[in-house]
């Protein structure tokens, strides 16, 4: 599959190809870093000389659709699994023979965490906690996470949420100084998303590094301090949430559709006020806009010029995800 046009989005911080990239030198800045990082399963490649570096005590976020190689990358640093090639480097250590003392100060919550289902919530982190030679009370990451009045059910018993919370728990009973969450709220309600959220931002706020993996973006846009977005296990652009978003040039997206039987020509809509970009995919039309008040009158009066009736219009505030668009000509709930 050829690589996506990174020219569709002025001032993204872009990555070189593999040859002329250039990484900060180790400092004591630096959570985790690699360089080079590379890994194959057969003939796929999951991640592609891949450079990245966290920074101490900021949230970083690195976001994707399924298969852009977030997991990998992520187990690969947490000492879970062997690149085939590259440099990695966890809290200024490498993995080879100082495991124990890197398992010692990283937290860990993977995609997929299967705890005892006999076992009560406080046994569970009890049992964690147990694991480490220091590390916060059992009572205290109970408290954290919002589960005390939970603590004597069976893990079996809880729901979805309450799973993924006591996932977080074990992660955090070490008190550690990196935290790595893979999908977090993966199919979690409303209400339980903004609880783990809370949780995240409080061990952050007492200078917690946390290497996060979504594809929500509005989740990274709250959490991150800066985010990598990763396409065919490369970083496509690297930036803060705002900064990404203001190099689309502009703040909003309308999106609309008309009934067919009459034919559109894609430059009468940069005849519209402020139109930044024109997209089109799988009938319906996108313009990144400048001023939505404006454009959306001036739209509709091109429209009725042409004889066309509109069937859906949808007006956002330009996010995340539609960087990834520009990038990409996909969208992430596409993939």
Known sequence: ???????????ARLPRSPTGERMSMPSASSAARCTGLTKRYGSVVAVDHLDLEVRSGECFGLLGPNGAGKTTTVEILEGLIAPDAGM?????LSWRGVAVELRQRIGIQLQETRLPPKLSVEETVRLFRSFYRQGRAVEEVLELVGLVEKRKAWVRDLSGGQRQRLAVACALVSEPDLLFLDE???GLDPQSRLQLWDVIHAYKAKGGTVLLTTHYMEEAAQLCNRVAILDHGRVIALGAPGELVASLGADHVVEFSVDGGVALEPQQWWKIPGVRAVREQDGRIALTVREVHRAVPALLDELARAGAELSGLVVHHATLEDVFVALTGRHLRDE
């Open 184 to 186: 977090p709220t993966t």
């Open 88 to 92: 990695v480097e966890v809290l200024g």
């Open 1 to 11: 599959m050829p690589r996506p046009d990174h020219a569709g989005v002025k001032g």
